[in-house]
Every structure is written in structure tokens, then in C-alpha cells.
């Protein structure tokens, strides 16, 4: 990290066809209706109806996490403008020298890889320039597509019990993946991420 205890900022990072870039106040309506969504309501923490007041706050308070370096929240994009969903990193603890990312992608653009690609990028980022160790994704087993993204960018579930949490749909659990290997480097890990593709879903 540049500042002991601060990520990085501004940052852009890309690969395999996907470039990071930060949100900016002109994607306001691109966001609005990105996380106006149904699975978007279900699965993250966002407030539902998603409107443009709630953007112009999501922006606010995404500038100052970056600014304070308490977070990377960072735009998924394929031309370096047009915002396809996002990607985070949070929660670090420089001392354990471990830290949590999240991931969203607009609904019109899904199973095209952008989640498992944004990952990946903001995986590896993580792992070689933040060095951060130990990186986790905290998912509802219910949440059959991010699990499949966490499965596919090297990620496996961990022993830690789930985390219970109340939400409007009812009370619900979170399991605790984390990070084996970038994007399946290993040979090894990428022999299982063929195998699991080819004969089904692991757990
Ligand atoms: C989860 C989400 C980000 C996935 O985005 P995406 O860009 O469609 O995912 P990708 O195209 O990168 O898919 C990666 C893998 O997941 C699989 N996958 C994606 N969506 C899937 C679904 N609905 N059902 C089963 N598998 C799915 C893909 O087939 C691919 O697997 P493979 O490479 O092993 O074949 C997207 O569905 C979303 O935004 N959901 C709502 C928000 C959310 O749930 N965020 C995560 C909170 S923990």
C-alpha cells in the first residue's frame, strides 16, 4: 500500500478484456439502473427501489471510502467507460493481513465471465501489490451464481461457521469463502476447475 494502513487511489487495473476504473459522478444514471435490479435487491445490501437519490448517495459515500482508503470499489468495464458492474474490496485487517471483496454485474450482462474476470484482476492486485494473504468472499449458499464465480476464480469454502443476519427476506446465513489460488493458477487447481465444470458443482 502506498500509505501504511490506506489502499491505494485512484486505481485502474486490466486484463483478459475487462478494465477497473473508478466511479465517477457521470455514471450516476448507468448505476441507477445497474442496481435498480430484482437479484441485485436479493443478494447485496442495497436498498430496493434503487433510485436516483440513492445513487447520488452510493457515489457520495463511494468517493469517501476511496478517498479515506478504507476501501476499493471499483467499475467493471470493457471499453474503460461504459460501467457493467462492480467490484470491491473492504473489511482489511492489515494485521491478519486479510481483507473481503464483492462483486455485482448489470443484469443485461451476465454469464459473459465479467465477475469471474473482475475477481480475478482485483484478486490478484490484492495478493501481489496489496499483499494481503488471506482474501474472502462472504456468500448465501442460496446464491447459486456467486458461488459458481467464487468456485471459478480459485475460491473454496472455508470450515468458519456461517454468519447469521436478519434481511427483508427473512433471516438468512452467509458462508465464508476464501482465496486458494489466483484465477486457478496452479496446475492442480486448474485441473479441478476443468473437472468441475465437466462433471458438476463441488463443494
Ligand atoms: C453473481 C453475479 C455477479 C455473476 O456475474 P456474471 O458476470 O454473470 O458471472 P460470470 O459470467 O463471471 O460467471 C462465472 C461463473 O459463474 C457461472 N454462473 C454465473 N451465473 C450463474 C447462474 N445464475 N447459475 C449458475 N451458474 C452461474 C458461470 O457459468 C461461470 O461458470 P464457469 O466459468 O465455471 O462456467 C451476478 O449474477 C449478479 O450480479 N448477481 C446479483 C448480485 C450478487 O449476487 N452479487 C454477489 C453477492 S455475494
Not at 483478459?16 to 455514471?27: A, F, H, Q, S, V
Request: glycine fraction near 12%.
Amino acid at each position: 500500500m502506498t500509505t501504511p494502513g490506506r489502499l491505494p487511489y485512484p486505481v485502474t487495473l486490466s486484463g483478459d478484456g475487462i478494465t477497473l476504473r473508478e466511479w465517477r459522478d457521470d455514471d450516476l444514471d448507468e448505476l441507477v439502473a445497474m442496481l435498480d435490479e430484482p437479484d441485485i435487491a436479493r443478494w447485496t445490501p442495497m436498498p430496493s427501489p434503487f433510485d436516483t437519490e440513492a445513487g447520488i448517495a452510493y457515489l457520495k459515500r463511494a468517493r469517501q471510502g476511496r478517498v479515506s482508503g478504507q476501501r476499493i470499489q471499483l467499475v467493471i468495464t470493457t471499453d474503460g467507460v461504459k460501467p457493467l458492474g462492480e467490484v470491491l474490496l473492504f473489511g482489511v485487517d492489515a494485521g491478519l493481513r486479510e481483507a473481503e471483496l464483492g462483486y455485482l454485474v448489470s443484469a443485461q450482462h451476465r454469464r459473459r465471465g465479467l465477475a469471474a474476470g473482475a475477481l480475478s484482476l482485483l484478486s490478484a492486485y490484492a495478493r501481489s501489490t496489496l499483499k494481503l494473504s488471506r482474501l474472502l468472499l462472504r456468500i448465501d449458499p442460496g446464491n447459486t451464481a456467486s458461488t459458481a464465480v467464487a468456485r471459478r476464480c480459485g475460491y473454496r469454502l472455508t470450515g468458519e461457521p456461517p454468519i447469521l443476519q436478519e434481511g427483508p427476506y427473512g433471516p438468512s446465513s452467509l458462508d465464508t469463502w476464501e482465496l486458494v489460488s489466483v484465477g486457478g493458477g496452479s496446475r492442480m487447481e486448474r485441473l479441478r476447475n476443468v473437472a468441475s465444470r465437466r462433471y458438476g458443482r463441488r463443494g
